[in-house]
């Protein structure tokens, strides 16, 4: 009995790090994220000899020791995390919880059998088990929602754990183990079970909100892009019926031609022929890009800005074909000048000025949005991007952004300086 426990201890903190290195995307190598991950087992099983051997009797030593290894192990999985935020603090958390349910298997198997083996050995079934049926079952899902920038993390989603992890220590450890109170036996499975559902549930819910927020998020894209269809259609319509009234009128322009020919008015030729050429340049179809699915966006921002007096100096030239979604580019473009609308539409119109750059083909992408910005915005600390101040449901745009630049290996520059605000991004294909 004296070192069962450290066993079981030991079996249930390698479980613990395979479970938080399998559902935490990685930001270091592999060969780096196990270096860390081994490391935090070697400091659990030595606070655990602190606590099981040292001073087995001492109840304010096993919760000062209990809460050091909470700590360490919860900064374990922010550490080795790509995103640093609360869904990661929920997923270490719950590998916490999972690995819980795998160590009171030991105590239940150790009090109905009286074998250290049999307990033991249900102990690492249990632990495979359980992290089988989680890999095979949540998680894909919890991956896609961990990625997905359009789900927002929630501190107070990190509660369930919490409660679910005190409910656990409470009856089957500190400061009364089973061993104590065989009885509890039959509530600890039942909370157990119920810990289980609640965590299917919740993510069931998670990934239905955040395909209700993507695909809203689409809809408004599209919304974009069929106005920018139908304004170009209706500006093909108007041209066409102008350069109709060119042609018909241009029989009378030849006569007036010849006949001032015959006078020798080559001046009043020359002011006739100046007019037509007004008419026809009038009447082109602004065309930005050779590529129609951003070339419709640009034109449905374009005439936006130019329905706040914004003048927009754009510089751009994006492929027809291109090694990027070209929906997500465009929802990009949009974002970005739309946030550079907004920005400057209320300033005096001398100030309305956006100045835009973009660059995509087959090799690289460069876009660069430039306009002044009288106040600083506040920028989220761990993207470095400006968030939103309006709460929750706003600041979509630049988390959208941020994941299409992280999908494409992009980089993002972004900062506000002397009353101007300048974002780049840049990707190397």
């Known amino acids: 009995m004296d070192y069962f426990d450290n066993i079981s201890y030991t079996i249930s903190h390698i479980f613990l790090m395979t479970f938080l290195y399998l559902f935490i995307s990685h930001r270091y190598s592999k060969a780096a994220t196990k270096l860390i991950c081994f490391s935090t087992f070697l400091f659990l099983g030595a606070t655990d000899i602190i606590k099981l051997n040292i001073f087995p009797d001492s109840g304010l030593c096993y919760v000062i020791v209990t809460i050091v290894q ?22 270490g958390l719950s590998a916490s919880n999972y690995t819980i349910i795998g160590s009171i298997i030991s105590p239940i198997l150790l009090i109905t059998t009286k074998s250290y083996a049999i307990a033991l050995l249900g102990n690492c079934i249990m632990h495979i088990a359980i992290l089988f ?50 009885h509890n036996i039959l509530g600890v499975l039942f909370l157990m079970l119920t810990m289980c559902v609640s ?18 998020h689409k809809n408004a894209l599209f919304e974009t892009y069929i106005k920018g269809l139908e304004n170009q259609y209706y500006l093909v319509v108007q041209s066409e019926q102008k350069l109709r009234i060119l042609r018909h009128d241009m029989r009378h322009y030849a006569n007036m031609i010849l006949l001032l020919l015959s006078q020798g008015e080559y001046g009043e030729i020359g002011r006739i022929m100046s007019h037509i050429n007004d008419v026809v340049d ?57 946030n550079a609308i907004i920005c400057v539409k209320g300033y005096e119109q001398g100030r309305r000025r956006i100045k835009a750059n973009i660059r995509c083909n087959s090799s690289r992408l460069f876009i660069q949005m430039k306009n002044e910005c009288r106040e600083e915005p506040a920028f ?50």
Request: hydrophobic residues 40%; charged residues 20%; glycine residues 6%.
């Open 282 to 338: 009038e009447n082109k179809i602004k065309k930005y890009s050779s590529n129609i699915i951003v070339n419709t966006i640009v034109s449905e921002m374009m005439e936006r800005a130019e329905s706040f007096g914004i003048h927009v100096d754009l510089d751009i030239q994006v492929s027809e074909e291109l090694p990027v979604n070209h929906y997500e580019l465009a929802a990009v473009l949009a974002n970005l000048f739309e």
């Open 133 to 182: 049926l989680l890999k095979k079952g949540l998680r894909n899902i919890w991956i896609k929602q961990y990625e997905n920038e359009y789900t927002a993390g929630s501190w107070e989603l990190c509660l369930i754990p919490v409660f679910f992890y005190c409910s656990f220590t409470f009856i089957v450890s500190f400061p009364y183990t089973l061993y104590d109170n065989p």
């Open 199 to 216: 965590y299917v549930v919740v993510l069931r819910y998670i990934e239905s909100d955040s395909k209700q927020k993507d695909v809203h």
């Open 380 to 429: 989220d600390s761990q993207t470095g991007l400006p968030k939103s101040s309006k709460g929750a449901g706003h600041g979509l745009g630049m988390k959208s952004i941020q994941a299409f630049s992280d999908k494409i290996g992009g980089t993002i520059d972004c900062f506000c300086e002397n009353g101007t605000f300048l974002i780049t991004l840049f990707a190397k294909f």
């Open 70 to 91: 909470i700590i360490a192990t919860q900064s374990t999985g922010i550490l080795i995390s790509k995103k640093r935020n609360s869904k990661v603090l929920f997923i």
